[in-house]
């Protein structure tokens, strides 16, 4: 620790007070020198008659965001956290932590070693590691317990949510919310300095209120295990919760020590690891590092159907002035009642206010003429999935858009080549395929046509910034990444229950996966008369060797396309899905039309079928260069598809069972169905070569 101004860690003496500075940007990260050098001011705020109290601060926009990721998957460095958080405690005078920004993890539990906290109104604090498959580990589970009660604490280190300066107060976790940022440091040396003639508060020597009902850790495990499906850390760390709660501080201390140690090494951390770090380099595409955004001020979205209306919603909460054209005057209402409905359901979930919503209303602007995207930056076509159609309107946006506009299609799989190929300037024309609801999902696939401009797709990544979604770049072909990966999969539940399963089977079998929803209740979710109008317009491209099951066709002959309807593979009656048992009449007749013999089919082989699909195709999508890289196809599966983060992704999870055990389980399944399962030759190659795909990714 030094006073020099580049030190991770200064400290200087301002009216008795030694004020601390964590100053490792950009978000003061807990690397082995922040440590160290906390320590160190430690020891000078113990041995220093001058110095009366003290306060820890971070330099720059936050207080400490945590463990320093750079240090991910290396061994540990003394000191250690839990030794650095005892000794700020164990220091006889008082040290205050002035909390702006954010305090999280590591972060936070050095502001609960402290004796007392402060917090800038717009500060926010919390336990985010359960998202990386481990908990605490330097007395989160255990001090915090003590200051809230184990209700409050099993909440927040369990959800891994983050709360505000005003609930962080109500729940005593702080003690003082500081008037205004720039007041904060005077206000953690005012209350520094009022504890110097106090006994101080330490929180390890408090003890744990019982928790309001005797039977808390039943019921929150069993509750907290249903929403985890399968991730293991949200569990522990209530375990570790009920550690505080149960034996002396020093021994609940080993036992969230021993579980964090535990997690650290496990798949799912890795997995975890893999995501948090995917999502911040599919951004980082290769070639693409000297291109620049082009201007986005003003977005247009054509159409206003469930999906124009939530892409134009996504774009109204990100602070857009949109406008909206629809073919007719009717379109238009219901397009602008779609966005108000969407908008009306922030605001019943109190997510935003009806004055934000009004806000909302006055940038979106509605018009039947194309002449007013004139001063568009952006526009998103978001109009019937159909080639001729979209030709037509990129043929108006060519004529009506100024020099310079981005031209964007929400197409789901048709050839935007083609669609570019309709305009007299195909550079300016990208792929921006939202996911439903557009206004929740986060994932965003730029989709690049061969003679888009370099920044014309840093643009596309630019707008997902700006729109808070993941955006991953896609080469052109049927159905991009996900859609295409979807599509296999799909018809492996095709085969399935045509061969024995019934959808619902296979629904819980990878809902005990990990997966939201099962791929039937997906298909529902999404509208059955999508996938079918595709298969319709492939036919004449279908290999005639490959198998075809008819099901989801009867399905759809009925006019059953899914919730829309209130039926589809299941009945949906006040909401919930109940199996619809006219389904299981048309499989079963349909299996007999062919002359198929059905079999029950195990959770594991349902399981084993649709990952290995997805890895085989992913494989493929990679090879083909559709996807940079294996962690591309990862963040499209995570973010737009349901795939448990936990597990990573398909090419992540294929890393950790092991590339030769699975290319085994498709040549397995090959020997019944060699035209689908036909290896991927990347995969065989990374096999032979005893190499994985995380080392694409590289």
């Not at 082995?32 to 220093?48: F, S």
């Not at 004139?374 to 109009?383: F, M, P, R």
Request: with cysteine; hydrophobic share 45%; proline share 5%.
């Amino acid at each position: 620790m030094t006073d020099n101004d580049a030190a991770a860690v200064q400290l200087s003496i301002e009216d008795g007070v030694a004020v601390i500075t964590v100053n490792n940007p950009p978000v003061n990260a807990i690397s082995q020198a922040v440590r160290q050098g906390l320590v160190d001011a430690m020891k000078i705020v113990t041995t220093d008659a001058a110095i009366k109290a003290a306060v820890i601060r971070g330099a720059g926009k936050v207080f400490i965001a945590g463990a320093d990721v750079r240090e991910f998957g290396k061994p540990p460095m003394e000191p250690f956290l839990p030794e650095v958080v005892t000794t700020i405690e164990a220091t006889d005078k008082p040290v205050a932590a002035a909390i702006h920004g954010v305090a999280l993890g590591g972060g936070f539990e050095i502001a609960l070693g402290c004796h007392c906290r402060v917090m800038s109104p717009n500060a926010r604090v919390g336990f985010p590691e359960v998202n990386l498959g481990i908990i605490p580990g330097a007395g989160g589970t255990q001090r915090l317990p003590r200051l809230c009660g184990v209700e409050k604490a099993a909440d927040l280190v369990t959800s891994g949510r983050q709360v505000g300066a005003k609930e962080a107060m109500e729940a005593g976790l702080i003690d003082v919310i500081a008037e205004s940022e720039d007041d904060l440091l005077s206000a953690a040396k005012r209350l520094a300095l009022s504890k110097v003639k106090s006994p101080l508060r330490r929180i390890s020597e408090m003890s744990v209120p019982a928790p309001a009902a005797a039977d808390f850790f039943t019921t929150e495990k069993a509750k907290i295990t249903r929403a985890a499906r399968g991730q293991h850390s949200p569990v522990r760390a209530l375990e570790a919760v009920e550690a505080a709660a149960t034996l002396p501080f020093a021994e609940g201390m080993k036992r969230e020590r021993a579980i964090f140690q535990e997690l650290r090494a496990s798949d799912q951390a890795k997995a975890l690891r893999h995501v948090f770090f995917g999502e911040r380099a599919v951004s980082k595409v290769p070639g693409l590092e000297n291109a620049r955004p082009r201007k986005l001020d003003k977005l247009a979205v054509i159409g206003g159907g469930t999906m124009g209306a939530g892409i134009a919603v996504a774009c109204l909460r990100a602070g857009f002035p949109v406008v909206m054209i629809e073919a007719d005057a009717a379109a238009l209402d219901r397009g602008k009642g779609n966005v108000d409905k969407n908008l009306e359901g922030f605001v019943s979930r109190g997510r935003l206010t009806a004055d934000a919503k009004d806000e909302h209303l006055g940038r979106l602007a509605l018009s039947l003429d194309y002449g007013a995207l004139k001063d568009a930056d952006l526009v998103i076509e978001a109009v019937f999935e159909d080639m001729e159609v979209k030709k037509t309107v990129f043929g108006k946006l060519d004529a009506a858009m100024k020099p310079g506009a981005v031209l964007a299609t929400n197409t789901s799989y048709l050839d935007i080549n083609a669609i570019a190929a309709a305009t007299t300037r195909p550079g300016d024309v990208i792929g921006l395929h939202f996911f439903s609801p557009a206004f929740v999902m986060r994932l965003l696939e730029i989709v690049r046509p061969a003679r888009t401009s370099d920044d014309v797709v840093a643009t596309g990544f630019e707008l997902a910034k700006k729109l808070g979604k993941v955006g991953v770049l896609s080469g052109v072909c049927d159905g991009f990444i996900g859609n295409r990966i979807l599509a296999k999969t799909r018809k492996q539940a095709d085969y399935m229950i045509e061969d024995g399963a019934l959808p619902w089977d296979v629904d819980k079998a990878m809902e005990a996966f990990g997966m939201p929803m099962g791929p039937f209740r997906v298909m529902d979710l999404a509208g059955l008369d999508i996938a079918w109008a595709q298969r319709k317009r492939t036919v004449a491209t279908r290999d005639p060797k490959e198998r075809y099951v008819e099901i989801a066709d009867r399905i759809c002959e009925q006019g059953w396309f899914g919730q829309k309807t209130g039926r589809g593979w299941y009945v949906y009656e006040a909401g919930k899905p109940v199996p619809n048992p006219e389904v299981e009449k048309i499989i079963l007749a349909e299996s007999a039309r062919k002359g198929i013999a059905r079999r029950t089919i195990p959770a594991q082989e349902i399981q084993d079928r649709i990952l290995y699909a997805m890895i085989n195709e992913g494989a493929r999508i990679v090879d083909e260069g559709i996807a940079a890289r294996p962690l591309d196809v990862d963040m499209v599966k995570v973010f737009g598809y349901g795939f448990p983060r936990w597990r990573g992704g398909p090419l992540c999870t294929v890393d950790i069972i092991g590339l030769p055990k699975v290319l085994d389980g498709i040549r397995a399944f090959a020997r019944d169905d060699p035209l689908f399962w036909k290896p991927s030759a990347l995969l065989e190659r990374l096999v032979a070569e005893g190499k994985t795909f995380a080392d694409l990714n590289t």
